[in-house]
């Protein structure tokens, strides 16, 4: 595992967008399957976003229809496209591996993790 590098968070009113990005060096996006992750104060780090290798995504039922997870043609970066956002959303977010299975994709991370990038949604 390389390193992780998340960026592109920060402060929008609700209803806002926010696109994330998550860097990590190696052929990671080519081989593991990868999400977000967010962690708001106080809370459990949860899976929010996941996507194979052959494009399968995955969502939680709290950002469905709202968020979109992809992967860059050149396979160098995971993006999270946040739409609609609530104060809810507020959180740290993180980059991460992820496993597929047959009823959707569950947290399987690397030891290491990055230092996540943070979003605030505020009236």
């Known amino acids: 595992q390389g390193q992780l590098v998340e960026s592109g968070g920060g402060l929008v009113q609700p209803g806002g967008s926010l696109r994330l990005s998550c860097r990590a060096s190696g052929d990671v996006f080519s081989t593991y399957a990868m999400g977000w992750y967010r962690q708001a104060p106080g809370k459990q780090r949860d899976l929010v976003a996941g996507?194979?290798?052959?494009?399968?995504?995955h969502y939680a039922s709290s950002v469905k229809g709202r968020f979109t997870i992809s992967v860059a043609s050149n396979k160098d970066t995971m993006y999270l496209q946040m739409a609609s956002l609530k104060p809810e959303d507020t959180a740290v977010y993180y980059c991460?591996?992820?496993?597929?299975?047959?009823?959707?994709?569950?947290?399987?991370?690397?030891?290491?993790w990055g230092q996540g990038t943070q979003v605030t949604i505020f009236s």
């Open positions: 996507i194979s290798t052959n494009g399968a995504t």
């Open positions: 991460n591996r992820v496993r597929p299975g047959a009823w959707g994709m569950t947290p399987a991370p690397f030891s290491i």
